[in-house]
């Protein structure tokens, strides 16, 4: 059982930055990942996707330009720089794990992914 742990939220004033790390139990069944996140009230949503095989990168509008994700095999960790943030990205940050290299296309949707963290709260203030 893959197992998938993160860390690195915390609370932030508007225009800090934050990196999240998930440190996955295994590679071999983690070779695309991402970040989704969900407000209180709302659905889930994308925030970024990173695939193991050739290192490329997905992120949804909203993030795109403020926030990279990248990955270290050696550590079987994936990282999500969040740079400018506003109070619209508080939520708690998800990690998730495919089996397959997810096309990107549909790498945006939850049901694409495997396995899931259990989250961790970012709260970014005014």
């Known amino acids: 059982q893959v197992r998938l742990v993160e860390s690195g939220g915390g609370l932030v004033q508007a225009g800090d930055s934050l990196r999240l790390s998930c440190a996955a139990s295994?590679?071999?069944?983690?070779?695309?990942m991402g970040w989704f996140r969900q407000a209180p009230g709302k659905e889930r949503e994308f925030v970024a996707a990173?695939?193991?095989?050739?290192?490329?990168?997905h992120y949804a509008e909203p993030v795109k330009d403020r926030f990279t994700i990248s990955r270290d095999l050696a550590k079987n960790t994936v990282y999500l720089q969040m740079d400018s943030l506003t109070p619209d990205d508080t939520a708690v940050y998800y990690c998730?794990?495919?089996?397959?290299?997810?096309?990107?296309?549909?790498?945006?949707?939850?049901?694409?992914?495997?396995?899931w963290g259990r989250g961790t709260q970012v709260t970014v203030s005014s």
């Open positions: 998730a794990a495919s089996v397959l290299n997810v096309p990107i296309t549909l790498n945006q949707y939850s049901n694409q992914y495997d396995y």
């Open positions: 295994e590679w071999a069944a983690t070779r695309a």
């Open positions: 990173i695939s193991w095989i050739d290192a490329g990168k």
